[in-house]
């Protein structure tokens, strides 16, 4: 059973940092890209940042762009999330997620995750002003 577990959420303030860890099971995704996503109440989810199989590439939306970081071990079959500069509008549930099946783009930086991939369960970060 594959399974995807977030950790490193909490309560910041503006400003602060913190460091999101996605920890893979059941199965390696060493040849595959992953990503964080997140969604805030009420709004659609966002594609936070993306990373290609080989960690030689990554996507960053342009909201988090200069603050945020990701990076992968493959060791630990884990992708973390550095937040630098957090801000009041990044207050979120941050997910992780996984390519399912293979389909284009799901191992470059491009990879845009879907409902039928493998996601975990979410860790929530508020931002404080």
């Known amino acids: 059973q594959v399974q995807l577990v977030e950790s490193g959420g909490g309560l910041v303030q503006a400003g602060g940092s913190l460091r999101l860890s996605c920890v893979a099971s059941?199965?390696?995704?060493?040849?595959?890209?992953m990503g964080w996503f997140r969604q805030a109440p009420g709004k659609e989810r966002e594609r936070v940042a993306t990373?290609?199989?080989?960690?030689?590439?990554?996507y960053y939306a342009d909201f988090v762009k200069g603050r945020f970081t990701i990076s992968r071990d493959y060791a630990k079959n884990t992708v973390y999330l550095q937040m630098n500069s957090l801000k009041p509008e990044d207050t979120a549930v941050y997910l992780c997620?996984?390519?399912?099946?293979?389909?284009?783009?799901?191992?470059?930086?491009?990879?845009?995750?879907?409902?039928?991939?493998?996601w975990g369960q979410g860790t929530q970060v508020t931002v404080s002003s």
């Open positions: 997620a996984a390519p399912a099946l293979d389909r284009p783009y799901v191992r470059t930086s491009s990879y845009w995750a879907d409902d039928d991939d493998y």
């Open positions: 059941g199965r390696t995704f060493s040849t595959y890209a």
């Open positions: 990373i290609s199989w080989s960690g030689s590439s990554a």
